[in-house]
């Protein structure tokens, strides 16, 4: 059987083709019809403005009223006193204001009598003698003194039961005076537990009388400090 129609006259080949292009054309048409915008060109414009001169404000010059400055004061009249030569002048004495150096010494000395005041144990002229101390020589009396010190500690010391319970330990410092008359006052402790400062009072309370502390030879107020320490073993 023979084709009536010729292949290359086949309108259907391209069909395919054809639609895509019109269908781009119809999108891109249907785009930029909605991407389209207008504007009022009557509503923008550029007015000039008109400023008057109404603004300018003319200030009147005024004067200044000078007032003219108050006349000087009169000159007081000078007085002349006339003494006459048989009258007696009483002169005015000058005492001088130095002081001489016996008065120095005198009132320093004063000073020191009055002066009360406590000197630390590490400056002191003559230290606390410590009972048993008294034959040693001076250079060695600090020394001693410590030593008399650490042996009383060592033999009242007793640690507190609740203490030891408690597991509590530390170091507890404590601070006391020893008067003009040997005696041991200010007794003050800190330490970790109230029961450990509580025992370091006590042992220091013990502490018998002392020979007093001298400086420039007069009986002086030492106060002396030390720590007690309390180890579980």
Known sequence: MQLKKNPNADLRKKSSLYFAIGLCAVLFIAWQSIEWKT??????????????????ELVPITEQIKTPPPPPPPPA??????VEDEEEVEET???S?????????????????????????????????????????????????QEKIQRHIAKNFHYPEIAQEMGVQ???????????????TGIRTRGPDKNLEKEA???????????????RGRPVRVPFSIPITFRLQ
């Open 39 to 56: 504007y009022d060109k009557s509503r923008y414009g550029y007015e000039a403005l008109d400023v008057d001169d109404d603004d300018d």
């Open 77 to 82: 009249p000078e007085i002349i006193e006339v």
């Open 93 to 95: 004495v000058i005492e």
């Open 97 to 145: 204001t130095e002081t001489t150096q016996e008065e120095i010494i005198e009132e320093v000395e004063v000073l020191e009598e009055d002066l009360d005041v406590d000197v630390p144990f590490a400056i002191i002229e003559d230290v606390p003698l410590f009972p048993g101390c008294e034959r040693v020589k001076k250079s060695e009396r600090r020394q001693c003194f």
């Open 170 to 184: 530390g170091r507890v410092y404590v601070q006391f005076v020893i008067d003009k008359d040997g005696s041991i």
């Open 201 to 215: 009072n006590r042992i220091i309370s013990k502490l018998p009388t002392m020979t007093p502390g001298k400086q």
